[in-house]
T-cell receptor
Framework: AQSVAQPEDQVNVAEGNPLTVKCTYSVSGNPYLFWYVQYPNRGLQFLLKYITGDNLVKGSYGFEAEFNKSQTSFHLKKPSALVSDSALYFC????????????FGTGTRLQVFP | DVKVTQSSRYLVKRTGEKVFLECVQDMDHENMFWYRQDPGLGLRLIYFSYDVKMKEKGDIPEGYSVSREKKERFSLILESASTNQTSMYLCATLRTSSYNEQFFGPGTRLTVL
């Protein structure tokens, strides 16, 4: 069965410092991996995805994620955090068929302090 | 850009009431989904639909039903609302040409008193 784990409920980082939000997954076959962000009282917004190819994926707002097949991880990173990055971040995985469902992690709240 | 709209941002209902949550998308996507979001539990799939008149149960369908009479509209129905259905409800649509990337509506925060 497919699953996603986000081991940290909250990540705190100072503005200007690099940030990492962790995600590990379990899926049979080749995974499609996603990161979404949710600002207060809003729906989820797509940040980036990994389908195939280069293990480093670049997305919106300066975020990037690194796919590591051996460690089954897909950590979200940003070199320099902004206060406006404070939000709830969700990792998600699906199989490669378009009938495969998205399985979401429980979310990690990122708090960036000035 | 895909636009997914939900009929209400905030809704307050009483226990036992029948509740309709509406979702409309404007991009002719076949696949639509209803999730509920609760703190510490992430998003859980309630129902989904691959086409008009078609519906499939997700992981937590109990207490819910859905209707898809037109391609652009997917409704979630709470037949008899209960307090444990107080939650944020999110609708999403899927562009299959974009590798299962889902597009989300703004959400409806439902409170059942």
């Amino acid at each position: 069965a497919q699953s996603v784990a986000q081991p940290e409920d909250q990540v705190n980082v100072a503005e200007g410092n690099p940030l990492t939000v962790k995600c590990t997954y379990s899926v049979s076959g080749n995974p499609y991996l996603f990161w979404y962000v949710q600002y207060p009282n809003r729906g989820l917004q797509f940040l980036l995805k990994y389908i195939t190819g280069d293990n480093l994926v670049k997305g919106s707002y300066g975020f990037e994620a690194e796919f590591n097949k051996s460690q089954t991880s897909f950590h979200l990173k940003k070199p320099s955090a902004l206060v406006s990055d404070s939000a709830l971040y969700f990792c998600a995985v699906s199989g490669s068929y378009n009938t495969d469902k998205l399985i979401f992690g429980t979310g990690t709240r990122l708090q960036v302090f000035p | 850009d895909v636009k997914v709209t939900q009929s209400s941002r905030y809704l307050v209902k009483r226990t036992g009431e029948k509740v309709f949550l509406e979702c409309v998308q404007d991009m002719d996507h076949e696949n639509m989904f209803w999730y509920r979001q609760d703190p510490g539990l992430g998003l859980r799939l309630i129902y989904f639909s691959y086409d008009v008149k078609m519906k499939e149960k997700g992981d937590i369908p109990e207490g819910y039903s859905v209707s898809r009479e037109k391609k652009e509209r997917f409704s979630l129905i709470l037949e008899s609302a209960s307090t444990n259905q107080t939650s944020m409800y999110l609708c999403a649509t899927l562009r299959t040409s974009s590798y299962n990337e889902q597009f989300f509506g703004p959400g409806t925060r439902l409170t059942v008193l």
